[in-house]
């Protein structure tokens, strides 16, 4: 923008800088070719009071003398022939000082009575016919030579070329003056997007003061229109919150029933299992109604980041004894080294939790499952595969809340999986496991660009050693 503010102005002032400059200068170049001839004319007039007392050679020649022409020799003068000789009454006598002009020419203006210029070596020269006596014409001849024809013309150039370029230098500072303020207050905006874009909603847009004082109008409008927007965010923001701990407050009552449910279920590692998960839910809940009402301003920092190797082995482990009381057999792979991701671990917590729900939700008592995780210089992809029928329409279960999974399910655990994967540049792909025959989700979590091939981060058990055929 403010590049082009400026070339704007360069063209703009150069344009009228050349229709007015270059006028004015041929026409100080006509003043100066003028000035050189009425010169001209003055010396021949000077002369010419002179001639009409006296034709005397010597009276003549002092009189020639005396002027500034005559004296620089650039004066001549062509006198009659004397008295009683007959002549065409032209200038056929002798000539006073050096003349330059043909004699033809010379012959013309005196028989014709009128001056004119005639082109000569070095310049010009003035041809101005004089009557002396009746009958009688004498010719004065002013030489103008071609520099005097010029003279302060290249000064004058140089002056008018100043005079532009300090104009177009005067447009290019004030284009730039406004185009330093536009551009800042387009900056302002754009940083306050970007920091709203970021979480950031308290950012708002000065719209009066020093700082924004020459700033369009139309700007000025943007951010206006830029801070109720923002203003609109916080409140819709806070609505959702309220609307969460709500909804979520609505699921203390059926989760009281079953911890008192749990709690009667004696002793046993299911019982054990239950209550733990019940426990699990009831903190869970009581984070998101504390999360939820917790105004933005005042919510913590969060570091974005966390251990996947780490966080997969907690909920595999979690799962685990759901897959013991189930007969399911189960392998975890390439989680022994901390693998690092740019994800929340609340939210990969979420996600592995998805992924496995879902294996035991869709596939039969006693179906194997397994979970490998795999590093690259540039992802960490988590395989989850299983051994029961596998997706009958993998592009119609990515699709938000249109999978079939039968009683109890939303069709939102792949989109919510999708979404984290995309959230890092990464991807969610739907197949067939290789090894157990049945569905496999390709979780790819991106850390930062592409570099190496795939490599695993550890190394799969065989077959067989965990599932005997």
């Not at 007392?53 to 004066?75: E, F, Y």
């Not at 927007?229 to 609505?239: C, E, G, S, W």
């Not at 729900?357 to 490998?372: I, K, M, P």
Request: hydrophobic letters at 45%.
């Amino acid at each position: 923008m403010r590049w082009a503010l400026i070339k704007a102005a360069v063209a703009g002032t150069t344009m009228v800088a050349l229709a007015f400059l270059i006028p004015l200068g041929l026409m100080v170049q006509q003043t100066a070719r003028d000035r050189a001839f009425t010169a001209a004319e003055r010396q021949a007039a000077a002369l010419g009071p002179a001639l009409a007392i006296t034709t005397d050679q010597d009276a003549v020649n002092r009189a020639l003398a005396s002027t500034d022409a005559g004296a620089q020799g650039r004066m001549a003068v062509h006198l009659p022939v004397p008295t009683g000789v007959p002549t065409g009454g032209g200038p056929d006598g002798p000539t006073i000082g050096e003349g330059r002009a043909a004699l033809a020419d010379v012959a013309t203006a005196g028989g014709q009575g009128r001056s004119f210029t005639v082109a000569v070596p070095g310049g010009y020269t003035l041809l101005q016919p004089v009557a002396v006596d009746t009958g009688r014409t004498a010719v004065i001849e002013v030489f103008v030579a071609e520099s005097d024809l010029t003279r302060g013309v290249s000064t004058a150039w140089l002056v008018l070329s100043a005079v532009a370029l300090g104009l177009v230098a005067i447009s290019v500072l004030v284009a730039d003056r406004m185009g330093s303020r536009i551009v800042a207050s387009a900056r302002r905006l754009a940083t306050a997007a970007r920091s709203l874009g970021a979480g950031n909603l308290a950012v708002r847009v000065p719209v009066t003061g020093k700082q924004v004082d020459g700033s369009p109008e139309e700007l000025r409008e943007a951010a206006q229109a830029f801070n109720t927007m923002a203003d609109r965010v916080v409140q819709l923001v806070a609505a959702e919150r309220e609307l969460a701990a709500d909804l979520s407050h609505r699921l203390r009552t059926p989760l009281t029933v079953l911890r008192l449910n749990a709690a009667s279920l004696g002793d046993g590692d299911a019982a054990d299992a239950t209550r733990h998960a019940v426990a699990q839910l009831e903190r869970e809940v009581d984070q998101i109604i504390r999360s939820a009402r917790r105004a933005p301003e005042d919510a913590p920092a969060v570091v974005v980041g966390c251990d996947a190797a780490e966080v997969i082995r907690e909920r595999v482990g979690f799962w685990s004894a759901l897959a013991e009381d189930e007969g399911r057999r189960w392998q975890l792979a390439g989680a022994e080294q901390a693998v690092p991701v740019p994800v929340q671990r609340a939210d990969l917590a979420a996600v592995v939790d998805a992924l496995l729900g879902n294996v035991f939700r869709h596939t039969a008592v006693g179906t194997a499952f397994s979970v490998d995780v795999l590093a690259t210089d540039s992802s960490v992809i988590v395989l989850v595969g299983d051994g029961g029928p596998g997706y009958s329409d993998p592009a119609a279960a990515l699709k938000r809340g249109e999978g079939h999974g039968g009683e109890g399910s939303t069709g939102l655990g792949l989109d919510i999986v999708r979404k984290l994967a995309e959230s890092t540049g990464g991807d969610l792909a739907l197949g067939r496991s290789a090894v157990l025959g049945g569905a496999e989700t390709r979780l790819r979590l991106r850390t930062r660009a592409e570099g190496a091939a795939p490599t695993r981060a550890g190394r799969r058990r065989s077959r067989g050693a965990l599932f005997p055929k």
